[in-house]
């Protein structure tokens, strides 16, 4: 029991009094800023609890009745929470796009927290709305490279804006989805629009059957939470089949032409600049092409790949990026800001038009309050923590990072390549890979014939998995799995390891004692054992 007293005296004390120095919360505080690694290494405890043992810890359901000292409940969290969490920063942690963080996001958080505007209007953020809409500017700008004239017209405008600011990827698809749809089902003089009147009452109008959104199968799954959302349908998500990992354009327009043929609409081709599985890049330039000749939206989403665009040496990957409609981005992802920071970017500042909202109370008519055209309402400043990034950072500081990044993917690549027990199955086209554990004596047999491979596929996939598993569990490093469709294979997805190549501080050597490890844990499987004799 934590023992505090129920008295209002006390409560005011927590809000406006720090804990003393030698508090728990202050030697956590204090362990924080003087060394970060050190304080994650002191209580992330590497072998991990089960999730069931875990859960047994957090199992109680009541509310607590009496009042705990904050002390006494920091310890808490350090037992139950802290010492259970995933440690994200360390370099050997390879699997995810969620990484270390540059340090200087601690004290910033601090402050963010501390200051708690609240972005949805201005009453309650009078300096951290123009701050996010520069973020948007610069953002935009990244993107789009509009004329000095167009961001001094727009950056600040009542009556528009270059993108919203939200708590991710999948927030800033479904609103660039939804911006598409309403825009496909505009106002006439007989209908007042889709905002107004409604989906069914915007099809019948615009005498549409159906309205589908195109990608290819590597399309966050994001995407298919938005066609639901928008009221579309989840079979309206026309995923076409990329064994190469890109959408073809020739295929992306065949398949719009005949959806469109059958009395539907196509209202978005979504071009994927870094999927999530392997990092590949669609044909932006080509797809905008196909998105003109079907008459509908182009959205690109960059959620993990647009930071590439700060890399002169690689920027061009994403060329025709300028072209979209609308664009995803994550600063949580390759900028290395705390999660919680997606962008949507308008290519027309006009779009955000599309889902306007007024209320009497707020929102006013003419206000420049972001609420007015953002999904969320009550949002936190973390477009501070971009701002001070794209300071701090700069230009060059990201395309260094990111040349890094891929640079070191390209190593690893190239040590699993040389290596006897391994296969790389997809190469970085960004700092993302997958490969698989393949047995030397296993490899001249998978070429052998299909029938062959195909049974050999199916137990390489189980020692995939059991040395994923075992790896995650020995807990000294982390690669995550995914089950792919490949060239090589057409008729059978395959089962890899997928690394993300994010922490700059992961070295040659913890990519070598990585795969060392894979092997030795392969070495003693079942598996291993029956495909090698
Ligand atoms: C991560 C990601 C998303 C989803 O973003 P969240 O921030 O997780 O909501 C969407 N698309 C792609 C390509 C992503 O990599």
Known sequence: MGGAEVSLEHLYKVFTMPEGQDSKLAQIEKHLSDNLADFL??????????????????????????????????????????????????????GHMTSALPYFHLPLAKLLVGLNQ????????????PLERQVLGMMHELVYKQS????????????????????????????????????????????????????????????????????????????SKAVDILGLGRQQMLTIDCPTQTLSAEKALKVGKQYQQEGNKALSIVGIAGTTETGHIDPLDELADVAQELGCHFHVDAAWGGATLFSQQHNKLLKGIEKAD???????????????????????????????????YILRAGSKDLGATTLEGSRNGMAMMVYASLHIFGRKGYELLINQSIQKAQLFAKMIEQHKEFELVTSPTLSLLTYRIVPEKVQSKLSK????????????????????????EAGKSFVSRTRLQ???????????????????????????NILDEQVSIALETQTWLSLTT
């Not at 309403?182 to 629009?193: C, D, E, I, R, V």
């Not at 395959?494 to 070598?512: G, K, S």
Request: net charge positive; glycine share 4%.
């Open 148 to 223: 000095s004239d167009f961001y001094s017209t727009y950056l600040h405008s009542a009556n528009h804006a270059l993108g919203a600011f939200c708590s991710g990827g999948t927030v800033a698809n479904i609103t660039a989805l939804w911006v598409a749809r309403n825009k496909a089902l505009p106002a006439t003089p007989q209908f007042q629009g889709i905002a107004q009147e409604g989906m069914a009452a915007g099809m019948m109008h615009h005498g549409y059957k159906r309205l589908g959104v195109i990608s290819s199968k590597r399309g966050h799954y994001s995407l």
């Open 118 to 129: 609240n972005l949805v209007k201005i009453e309650t953020s009078k300096a951290f709305t």
């Open 326 to 360: 609308s664009v995803t981005l994550d600063a949580h992802k390759q900028m290395y800001v705390p999660m919680g920071a997606g962008m949507v970017l308008f290519k027309d500042p006009n779009d955000s038009n599309a889902v306007r909202h007024h209320a009497q």
């Open 486 to 512: 490949i060239e090589k294979y057409p008729e059978q997805s395959i089962t890899v390891f997928r690394v993300v190549l994010a922490n700059p501080l992961t070295t040659e050597l913890d990519l070598q």
């Open 41 to 94: 290494s002191q209580h992330v405890v590497t072998k991990v609890n089960s999730l069931e043992q875990i859960e047994k810890s957090f199992a109680e359901y009541a509310v607590p009745e009496a009042p705990e000292f904050v002390s006494k409940h920091a310890e808490t969290l350090l037992e139950k929470l802290v010492a259970n969490s995933v440690n994200t920063y360390s370099p050997t942690f390879i």
């Open 449 to 472: 014939n299909p029938k062959i491979a195909h049974a050999l596929n199916i137990e390489l996939d189980k020692l995939t998995v059991a040395v994923q598993k075992r790896q995650r």
